[in-house]
């Protein structure tokens, strides 16, 4: 396929397809791309029916070199989405597991890119590399990072491996550090911003929902929509735009859990919403409360489209469908 001139991203694989962000960036990758040309892998959790039968669906550990490399030779990947991770609370839960997932499969991707001179890679980073002693006003791009969870340690580590594979092989990885992500599309998935997913439910389903975080808790966040434009942008942009190695700071609005229940109670307003913080709280202190994105702005004309008044909307118009719930 030509883009700006450049050929690239005729095969597509997408590992993680079953989580938050792959049963969304695999429709809209196989809208963009063909069906036929974007494979999607999951380890265990089979995905909708919809989803299968829209293109190719592979089980695969992608701890498992030889047979990723075998998925790689038999599609004739050129381009591949690595999107497994074990997320920030589920890996407090179980450190040597999100070391093993998180760690194990970005080193065999990039080995296997060099190996088969795959043209693009993408890897997702977070917020959760940032800690305690990361600036959480404005935090820039290169700044201090020293995260105290093993979800942060495995996203520093992977950035710096990228950059490693970028400058010894030529590997053309791309990175985003993805705030706090808000989807219908797919169920929380053990990360410390997922309240703001599970609040929806709770509003649609019960009226009332118990935060995990205090309501003043100001976190950077982003709706799905935009998180996958950014995803795909990044990967279409030229490789003379991309300046960072790393990861790319990426941003759109920041809330705290009580600026959103104000909000959703616009639209439903009997909600209520009480706060029993727990052990993800000290992860939330640890994390930024506004981002600097002016580099992705700069660098490959980055823009988010949705504030919080939008994603509110959307969600419960969305979720409120695909739950059988009229408002």
């Known amino acids: 396929m030509i883009f700006r001139g450049v050929e690239f991203m005729t095969k597509i694989l997408v590992t993680g397809a079953t989580g938050q962000i792959g049963t969304s960036l695999v429709p809209e990758l196989r809208k963009k791309y063909g069906n036929s040309n974007v494979i999607a892998i999951g380890h265990r959790k089979m995905p909708d029916e919809v989803f299968v039968k829209s293109g190719p669906f592979e089980i695969a550990d992608t701890n498992n070199k030889e047979a990723l490399s075998e998925l790689i030779q038999k599609y004739q990947i050129d381009t591949i989405y690595h999107l497994v991770s074990l997320l920030s609370a589920s890996g407090e839960k179980n450190p040597d597991l999100a070391w093993s997932v998180n760690m194990g499969g970005l080193k065999n991707v990039l080995d296997l890119a060099k190996e088969h001179k795959i043209k693009r890679v993408f890897w997702p980073s977070s917020i959760a590399a940032f ?70 439910y709770e509003a649609l389903k019960h009226g009332s929902y118990k935060c995990y975080l205090r309501e003043d808790s100001t976190l950077p966040m982003m709706y799905m929509p935009d998180a996958i434009k950014a995803t795909i942008d990044i990967m279409e942009a030229g490789q003379a735009m991309i300046k960072s190695r790393t990861s790319y700071n990426l941003a759109a609005i920041s809330f705290s859990p009580k600026e959103i229940a104000a909000e959703i109670m616009k639209h439903i307003p009997d909600f209520a919403c009480t706060y029993e913080p727990d052990f993800r709280q000290a992860i939330a202190d640890s994390w930024p409360k506004v981002i600097d994105d002016s580099h992705a702005r700069k660098d490959w004309g980055w823009k988010h489209a949705y504030d919080l008044k939008a994603i509110t909307k959307d969600m419960l118009e969305k979720l409120g469908a695909r739950l059988g719930i009229k408002q």
């Not at 990228?162 to 989807?183: H, M, T």
């Open 131 to 200: 800690g305690p002693t990361t600036p959480r006003d404005m935090t820039p791009q290169p700044t201090i990072m020293e995260p105290n969870t093993m979800y942060g340690v495995t996203k520093v580590a992977g950035e710096l491996l990228c950059n490693y594979y970028f400058k010894k092989y030529a590997i053309d990885v791309r990175s985003l550090r993805y705030p706090g992500i808000i989807s219908y599309n797919a169920l929380p998935g053990g990360g410390t911003t997922d309240y703001a997913v599970e609040i929806f």
